[in-house]
């Protein structure tokens, strides 16, 4: 018998804070069932199955950083943006620890709901770039930089991975100074 008020947004809702208790990769159809308190054949009503759960979870996740992406941008530029963003970004990825890796993933063209938290997240970051004159191509690759270096900066931080006797914060904020620096020399 179906557990009351259980729907696929429930459904992935508990998905993502069992993700941020355990991990993502430790997150299994089996722990979700149980967590609900349903047999796990139930949870195929609301999911197709494991990589649909992912599908879910990461327009989910993708959703969240891209509205707190679009929040801390609101109203600022050049390296203030940049500034805001980039603390937006970690504070998402320390804030949801199991749930943030699945923001990598790229959206499935067939969600419409990932597909536009996507392209709210990018977009929030085109709009720090246009602060530095990026458009077109060059955003793209402006973009990617930015992406790959705060995904790598927030998961070393959660591995543990910045032993070396010098804080963290004073790290991430020369990585933002030399950053602001690159954006506002970008090569034609």
């Not at 208790?21 to 159809?29: I, K, P, S, Y």
């Not at 991975?161 to 790290?171: H, I, K, N, W, Y």
Request: hydrophobic share 45%.
């Amino acid at each position: 018998m179906p557990r009351a008020g259980l729907n696929q947004q429930a459904v992935v809702r508990e998905a993502a804070r069992l993700a941020d208790e355990v991990g993502v990769d430790r997150l299994t159809l089996a722990a979700l069932a149980n967590r609900l308190g349903v047999a796990l054949p139930s949870l195929y009503k609301h999911v197709r199955g494991a990589d649909a759960l992912a599908q879910k979870l990461s327009a989910l996740a993708t959703g969240e950083l891209a509205d707190d992406l679009t929040a801390a941008v609101a109203g600022r530029a050049g390296p203030d943006a940049l500034r805001a963003a980039a603390l937006a970004y970690r504070a998402y990825a320390r804030r949801h620890p199991g749930r943030y890796p699945t923001t990598q993933r790229v959206p499935d063209p067939t969600d419409p709901e990932h597909v536009a938290a996507g392209e709210r997240a990018v977009g929030a970051i085109y709009a720090v770039l246009r602060g530095y004159g990026l458009d077109g191509d060059a955003a793209v690759d402006a973009t990617r930089m930015l992406r790959s270096t705060l995904h790598g900066f927030v998961c070393l931080e959660a591995a543990g991975g910045f032993g070396l006797p010098r804080a963290v914060d004073t790290s991430f904020d020369r990585m933002l100074v030399a950053l602001d620096g690159t954006f506002r020399s970008w090569p034609e």
